[in-house]
């Protein structure tokens, strides 16, 4: 696969950078996404039914607020706006563990499979709980993140088991992703089918990847998660642009291989699954958000802070995009796609030129 | 290229196998359902349509008997075509975002036109689908090429992404569509009548008779496309003609049905491996093996549901993405 080649050579400009410090462009782009995110976000406090102004909600936020705007601010509008940036951090970071871990951009959650896991896990959850579906409900919000985690962490196992064939070529595990993707989209179908009327509508809802349904009580899950995995993905970051070397280069520089691999798979699971939980899956941001940032920034793999402040910034401008332009209740999720997948398209065309879109 | 060494005769033999197979399937599909009827009963009811027996036979296990076996031959030999045309052994009209396309066009039908006639429903589907496919192949040729199965995988997954994403849209936003929409879009064979299938049948004749006139380009693209050009194969030509088989075959097939996919994957590697690489034999094996493939799925779904039946597009996409994943372990996945 010459693809594999030449991502090879550009994985050693960063393997190159990673010991000597983060470079002046990283960190101007990092600073830039979180200037972003933090803007968007008050946008998306703002723009809504009730429409706000900016000002207005600065001045709530630091508690000069009206109690009306206390009311929209703290209680409709914030879950659903720090949702949003925790949803798309967690997917941005996600994207670019994997595909730096693969040595392969198509290589994001949504293509391996791993959302439809967690997609599955939760439709399942929502469907066999039986009851009347809100995010806030009791049962659910201990359940549901569990047990996507659970569906996520048993796809890519399989996933990578039957990838596996004395080592994993990466573009066999994205096929064989895409194959899981249909088996596991197919079961979810399964379950809608056979929901009743009103689950099923709250499935597909959800299914598409919508903030609506957001609460604090699924928002804490999605915080806990980047929390604990953002240190540790940070901490294997070195490795990372070791491994982009190649496995036999890395284990001559001392990696032990295998055991970073599972720590980066875990990192980016649990990742996927926290996100998919609180808010279905909202695709193409994991896919869009590294490859953005690591073109701003000229880097040789995604800058691991930047992606998800990226993800964060995609996921909060999408929503308050919706919200704010587009007529009636359009959820994030097709706002992404529609952006995300002629991204795709584009990279795909211009693989002639590049030979790789790496 | 595996090309098997079977003489004509035994491919022959194979052939008739493989319609006597669909036979079996066709009596069994009618036997099995809800309630188990035995072949006499049967026989019965259909020649004797005034009985009880007659109204659960002709009203129910007939039509989506012969609607399975027009869907499956339909989506055989597109498969085949498929491949043959990309030399992309995981090529199949549902993964490659050509059913997609159909889909979203008759949503549109649904949403802004308020019908779901299948006459309409036929011509939106075939429009979607030309345009789905067409742009498919465009991205996919723009890049690296159309035989290497990454790429063109991938532009199908994302068109079908972008497709699906615009589909939600508009289903989301009306509860009428989403009603007629939810039962549609798996796929399915329950439910469906025989009126109006003349027009999807018209369709089916049209592309199985552009799918025949691209064998023998079909046999030619198989050496390469350099080969094939120097053997004076006109490429542009052969291309629009397939890619008519194509769009006329899945159009047609999903107007009835609802996106089925992965019939158009499996039968043709199933078709490879008996009747060898000859598009000769290969395009009939494939559409006798879609056909019986179909009702096998539309048998089980019946079967596993209990009360409420899984429709067939679950079944097919469940033990699809298997099949999928059991062809790129083989390895091979640039043998074609």
Same mark, same amino acid.
């Given at each position: ?211 609506? #349904? ?65 808010? #279905? ?78 | ?336």
């Amino acid at each position: 696969m010459t693809g594999l080649d030449t991502n090879r050579t550009a994985g050693v400009s960063a393997g190159n950078r990673a010991g000597r410090g983060v470079p002046a462009r990283v960190v101007a782009v990092t600073v830039a996404c979180l200037l972003a995110a933090v803007a968007l976000a008050l946008v998306g406090i703002a723009v809504g039914s009730s429409s706000l102004t900016v000002p207005d909600v600065v001045r709530t936020l630091f508690g000069g607020g009206s109690p009306a705007h206390e009311l929209v601010v703290f209680e409709l509008r914030l879950p659903r706006v720090v949702g949003g940036l925790l949803v798309g951090a967690a997917l941005g970071l996600a994207g670019a563990l994997t595909q730096t871990f693969a040595r392969n951009p198509l290589a994001t959650p949504d293509i391996l499979g791993v959302t439809s896991g967690a997609a599955l896990g939760a439709v399942s959850a929502i469907v066999l709980a039986g009851g009347s579906y809100t995010v806030g409900a009791g049962l659910l919000t201990l359940g549901l993140p569990a047990v996507a985690t659970l569906g996520a962490l048993g796809t890519a196992a399989v996933v990578y088991g039957f990838a596996w064939r004395g080592g994993v070529d990466s573009y066999r595990l994205i096929l064989i992703g895409i194959g899981a993707t249909a088996t596991l989209g197919g079961l979810t179908s399964y379950l809608i089918a056979r929901a009743q009327i009103t689950e099923a509508a709250a499935a597909s809802q959800w299914l598409v990847g919508s903030l609506s #349904g957001i609460s604090w009580a699924s928002v804490w899950p999605v915080l806990l998660a980047l929390v604990v995995i953002v240190p540790i993905a940070l901490a294997q970051s070195a490795n990372l642009g070791i491994s982009q070397l190649g496995d036999d280069i890395s284990v001559g520089l001392g990696v032990a291989v295998q055991r970073h691999r599972l720590i980066v798979i875990v990192c980016a699971v649990v990742l996927t699954a926290a996100a998919v939980s609180a808010s #279905g899956p909202i695709e193409f941001v994991a896919f869009v958000a590294p490859q953005i940032v690591r073109r701003l920034a000229r880097t040789g793999r995604p800058p691991l802070v930047s992606s998800a402040l990226m993800g964060a910034v995609i996921v909060t401008g999408g929503d308050a995009f919706a919200r704010g332009v587009l007529p009636g209740e359009v959820p994030v999720g097709i706002v992404t796609a529609v952006i995300g997948a002629p991204y795709l398209i584009w990279l795909l065309t211009r693989r002639k030129e590049r030979e790789s879109l790496s | 290229m595996p090309r098997s060494v079977a003489t004509s005769s035994r491919r022959a033999l194979v052939l008739v196998v493989l319609g006597l197979g669909v036979l079996v399937m066709t009596v069994v599909s009618l036997m099995l359902g809800s309630n188990l009827l035995g072949v006499g009963t049967v026989l019965t009811g259909l020649f004797d349509p005034s009985q009880d027996v007659g109204s659960v036979v002709w009203g129910s296990r007939v039509p989506r008997t012969v609607l399975g076996l027009f869907v499956g031959f339909c989506l055989g030999i597109a498969g085949a075509v498929m491949q043959g045309q990309t030399r992309n052994p995981l090529a199949d009209p549902g993964i490659f975002g050509v059913s997609a396309g159909a889909s979203l066009a008759v949503v549109i039908g649904v949403y802004v036109l308020g019908t779901s006639s299948i006459t309409t429903t036929l011509w939106l589907a075939l429009a979607g689908a030309a345009v789905a496919s067409v742009v498919v192949f465009g991205v996919a040729a723009l890049g690296r090429g159309l035989s290497s199965p990454v790429p063109l995988a991938i532009a199908g997954t994302a068109v079908s992404a972008l497709l699906i994403a615009l589909t939600s849209y508009l289903v989301l936003s009306d509860e009428t569509t989403l009603a007629a929409y939810r039962i549609w879009v798996v796929g399915s064979l329950s439910g469906r009548t025989l009126d109006g299938v003349d027009a999807a049948l018209l369709f089916a004749v049209a592309g199985l008779v552009f799918a025949a006139a691209n064998i023998r380009s079909l046999n030619n693209l198989a050496l390469g496309t350099e080969l094939a050009h120097g053997l004076g194969e006109n490429l542009l030509r052969a291309r629009l003609v397939g890619l008519a088989a194509i769009t006329l075959l899945t159009a047609s097939a999903v107007a009835i049905t609802g996106p089925i996919g992965f019939i158009g994957l499996t039968a043709p590697h199933i078709g490879r491996s008996l009747v060898g690489g000859d598009h000769y034999w290969l395009l009939p094996a494939s559409g006798l093996i879609g056909a019986s493939l179909l009702l096998a799925c539309d048998v089980i779904g019946r079967l596993i549901g209990g009360n409420a039946e899984v429709s067939v597009g679950v079944v097919l996409t469940v033990l699809g993405g298997i099949v999928f994943i059991a062809i790129v372990r083989r390895g091979r996945i640039a043998a074609l």
